[in-house]
């Protein structure tokens, strides 16, 4: 396993450049199964659950070639409905090849998802959606063993607007029978991507983005070229990054609508942050705490509160975040408290007291956002830190030490012994 060292203090200057969105690329990914022809997908990151994503389409039979943030998926031959439990447990968004399976072969075997370190994550409403159109759901030795014949389009109500479960259903009702509507769906820009990725491919989907989405199931689904939307957790991180060391650093290829509330939220600390064309520049600044209540988009992004505990804890005053959608998802405050950060958890609601300084520590990381979290820590921290099990900090940023080491930070990647 590997290790970052980082030796704070350094304000990062110059320009970042963001990658293909992870939370995007893996529905996308899993939605060519729904298409017999080529697909070609660029700006794809080349991350660890893009890895175990490629590895679960080869297992389902699809041939895929891939060279430089660049890959072809051939879902043409006859598939496998089967996602085994060794991968599965690796990586939760694994469940998303159930939409697809029914929709393509009536029968899909997956393995449940167990729970992770954020939540226990149950697919319930994922289950329960694909019933209402006409999938008989078994659970059977951990696995989901679902089959159909064609999926019927049906009128659905989502208890919470999940991605997974509206990513799952519109890859689903592509190529069911008749409509399906989608209401209390999830809004994400990842979600919007995989929408218009579908209908690139020949679907009849309308009202991505909003929470009612309409679905006119085809027969059949054709090849497409398609650049993944970039990704606005990425992108966002690496402003906080230039926030907490008092750099003033350019943020490009940035999805400046996705990463409104973002945007918004370091402004309302007293980031400067000017925002256009894509690209969005950070300077540090006294930075003030502040209260946050993560919500589905277009609310505050969970994704992004780890990030923000660590800047509070640099910030002047005191600020609180309130997280609503995982029940477990503050890990990271306990290794931040190692640095010497003033933290309290009360239930949902954790209360930072700023002020710093913090002071280097080993820390360990628990979860792909914790990580992150940490890094932007050691970033600000005095004197040496070093962050153990960074492989969940691979998940989701491609080589975030390289990218952070050329804007200025003291930051290496070593084999833990
Ligand atoms: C997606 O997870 C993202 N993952 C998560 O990003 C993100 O935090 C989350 O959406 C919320 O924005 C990917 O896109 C691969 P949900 P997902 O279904 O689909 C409960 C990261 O860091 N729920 O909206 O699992 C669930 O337990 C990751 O990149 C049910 O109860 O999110 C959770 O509390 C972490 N039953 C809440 O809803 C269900 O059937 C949000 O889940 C489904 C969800």
Redesign the pocket.
């Known amino acids: 396993m590997d290790k970052l060292i980082i030796e704070g203090g350094s304000p990062l200057h110059g320009e970042v450049r963001v990658n293909g969105s ?2 995007a690329a ?2 996308i990914l899993l939605a060519c199964m729904l298409v017999p022809e080529q697909v070609t997908l660029h700006s794809i990151p080349n991350l660890r ?1 893009i890895a175990t994503t490629m590895n679960l389409l080869h297992l389902l039979g699809c041939e895929t070639d891939q060279s430089n943030g660049e890959i072809t998926v051939r879902a043409g031959k006859e598939l496998h409905p089967e996602a085994p439990y060794d991968l599965v447990r690796t990586m ?2 694994s469940v998303l090849c159930l939409g697809p399976l029914l929709a393509r072969l009536g029968r899909a075997k997956v393995a449940l998802p167990g729970g992770c370190a ?10 329960r959606a694909l019933e209402r159109m006409g999938a008989l759901m078994d659970i059977d030795s951990g696995y989901i063993d679902a089959r159909c014949r064609r999926l019927q389009g049906a009128h659905i109500t989502f208890d ?6 509206t ?1 799952n259903l519109l890859m689903a009702a592509a190529l069911a029978q008749g409509e399906t509507v989608l209401e209390n769906a ?1 809004r ?1 820009p ?1 979600v919007q991507d995989l929408a218009n990725f579908l209908n690139s491919c020949g679907a009849r989907i309308q009202g991505q983005g909003t929470s009612i989405i309409r679905i006119q199931g085809v027969e059949s689904l054709h090849g497409c070229t398609y650049p993944v939307m970039p990704d606005r ?1 990425e992108a966002g991180t690496y402003m906080l990054a230039a926030a907490i060391t008092n750099g003033d650093l350019e943020v490009v290829n940035c999805p400046l609508e996705a990463t409104e509330t973002t945007i918004s939220k370091l402004q309302e600390m007293g980031g400067q942050v000017t925002a256009g064309d894509s690209r969005v520049r950070v300077r540090g600044g006294e930075l003030q705490g502040v209260d946050i209540v993560t919500q ?2 277009p609310g505050f ?3 992004m509160q780890a990030q923000f505990m660590a800047l509070m804890c640099v910030a002047q005053g005191s600020g609180t975040i309130q997280e609503t ?3 477990n998802r503050f890990m990271h405050a306990m290794e931040l408290m190692r640095l010497g950060a003033r933290i309290r958890i009360s239930g949902d609601t954790a209360v930072i007291r700023g002020g710093g300084p913090l002071r280097g520590a080993t820390l360990m990381a628990s ?3 914790a990580s992150a979290s940490l890094v932007l820590a050691g970033l600000a921290a005095q004197g040496r830190t070093e962050i153990r099990r960074i492989y969940h900090l691979d998940r ?1 940023y491609e080589r975030m030490e390289d990218k952070l080491a050329r804007v200025g930070a003291r930051i290496r990647r070593e084999q833990e012994k």
């Open positions: 992870k939370n893996l529905p659950d939760r968004a954020i939540g226990t994550r149950p697919v319930d409403l994922h289950l919470f607007p999940t991605v997974g479960g990513e999830a994400e990842e957790i589905p988009y992004p969970t994704d959608i995982f029940e979860d792909l956002r989701g």
